[in-house]
Each structure stands twice: as C-alpha cells, then as structure tokens.
C-alpha cells in the first residue's frame, strides 16, 4: 500500500510539473505576442521599378550610392506593412532589416533597433511583410544587403503608419496603399474601397476653381483623382497626362473609385 501511495504521489507531481511547465510556455508565448514577436513573410519578388521608386518615397530621404532605393506599403491592417525596394549589389546572399518608432521614448533613447536577418531571403527577394507592429504608429525602416557575411549599404530611411484597431484605415498624405477591394478606407470627408491591387498615393489638393479637397494619386504616377466637396456634392476631377491605352486602364479603374465613394455623415 505504501508502495502504491508513493507511486500515486510521483504521478501526482508529474502532472503538477507538466501544467507548470505549459503555463510557462503559455506565457511565454503570450509575451512573445505582446512585444510584438509576429510572423514575418517574404514575398520573394516586387515590380517595383527604380524610377518608380525615386518618385514616391515618402521620407524624400536620398537613397545612399549602392544601397537600395525602399518604400513602405500599407494594406489597411493595424500590425503590418510591406517593405518593397528595388537595386543593391547583384551577389546578395541575404536581406535584413531595422526598425524604429517615430516620435516615442523608445526612438528618443534608442533610434533604430538591431539588424535582423530576413528570413529565408535570397537574391530575388525584393519585398517583405513585416507583421507583430504596434497599431495606429509611424514605424521607420532601412534595408541592406549582406553579401558572404559583408554588411551592404543602407537604404533610404522610409516611413509608414500602421493603423487604428477597429477603425477605418486612414490615407495619409505621402503615404503608399494597396487595395484589396472590400477595405474601406478614409480620405479626408471622404470613405471609399479601393480595387484589389491598385496602389494609391494620398495628397491634399484644390480644385481649378478654389474648392479644396482630398486626393489619391495612382503609384505609377499616371494620375490623379481629386474629391472635392461642395454643397455636399462629391465632384471627382481627373487630372492626368496618359496615353490612349493607359488612359483607358487608369478610367476604369477611377470609375471604380468613384462608384464607391461616399460623404462621411456630418460632412
């Protein structure tokens, strides 16, 4: 009998240990989430083009000679942002990036984080979804190339701002977004769902005739839509210089804007 009690009492500590141990797992896990540990995808190629590149990047930062030129992508949600560049030295054996935030105790004491290795990138990788951010902040990011163990040039330092959790996601002025047809974002007084895979660049601008309002110009530079409000009229203006063929791709898609598009109530 003593023998089967002291049996019983080894397993009965087994199973104490064993919860121990899963509620430290557990909490561990918990606190890699809560500092914002996230899952990081690579997207191994981007269309981004050099010249595209120049043109919008956010920060106006110059890109360093040999480094990549980067810009930054917001899809709408409230922990992640694309990194997407383009150039850098053609024997890349790996990609890695840093990260800080804009205008926080963190950033004053210690500017950029440490440099941290892209997982699994090689050289045809030239985008990457960086998720596990903080919501509704300006996260700043620089990217390098490492070549057999040789740290490459820096990019140009580039911003982007993550959104508010469950809110309308916002289109800031200089910043870059991707559509996914069913987000609805904001534009000043203005909501409205943007078509799968169209990038827009957001602005503020005045109509011809003295009317101010909000606008989003397409990424390759081929466009630009104004929404500007009057007499709680939405009066969409395009202005752009495109050839017949581009003309009649940008159309469609602005129609499917503009179909869209709604008056914030109180506006």
Do not use: K
Request: glycine share 14%; with cysteine.
């Amino acid at each position: 009998m003593e023998r089967m009690r002291g049996a019983l009492r080894l397993v009965w500590v087994g199973v104490v240990v064993g919860v121990a141990v899963a509620a430290a797992v557990a909490v561990g896990i918990l606190q890699a989430v809560r500092t914002g540990g996230g899952e990081a995808v690579v997207t191994p190629t981007s269309t981004l083009t050099m010249e595209t590149c120049l043109a919008y990047r956010g920060s106006g930062d110059t890109v360093p000679e040999g480094g990549p030129c980067l810009v930054v992508v917001s899809d709408g949600s409230p922990d992640s942002l694309v990194l997407e560049w383009v150039g850098g030295p053609d024997n890349v054996t790996g990609w890695q990036y840093r990260t800080a935030t804009w205008n926080s105790d963190e950033s004053r004491r210690d500017p950029w984080g440490p440099w941290t290795d892209i997982p699994g990138s090689d050289p045809a990788t030239r985008a990457f979804r960086l998720t596990g951010l903080s919501s509704d902040t300006g996260h700043r990011f620089e990217v390098r190339a490492v070549t057999g163990g040789v740290d490459g040039v820096p990019s140009n330092l580039e911003g982007g701002i993550t959104h508010r959790r469950g809110e309308r996601p916002l289109i800031y002025a200089g910043r870059i977004v991707e559509g996914d047809g069913r987000t609805e974002w904001q534009l000043g007084a203005f909501i409205f769902t943007i078509p799968e895979g169209l990038r827009l660049v957001g602005g503020l601008s005045w109509a011809s005739d003295g009317d101010s309002g909000t606008s989003v110009q397409d990424f390759q530079g081929r466009g630009s839509l104004n929404f500007v409000h009057t007499q709680g009229i939405v009066r969409p203006h395009l202005r752009d210089d495109l050839s017949a063929g581009v003309r009649l791709r940008f159309q469609v898609l602005v129609n499917a804007l503009i179909a869209s598009v709604r008056v914030l109530p109180g506006q």
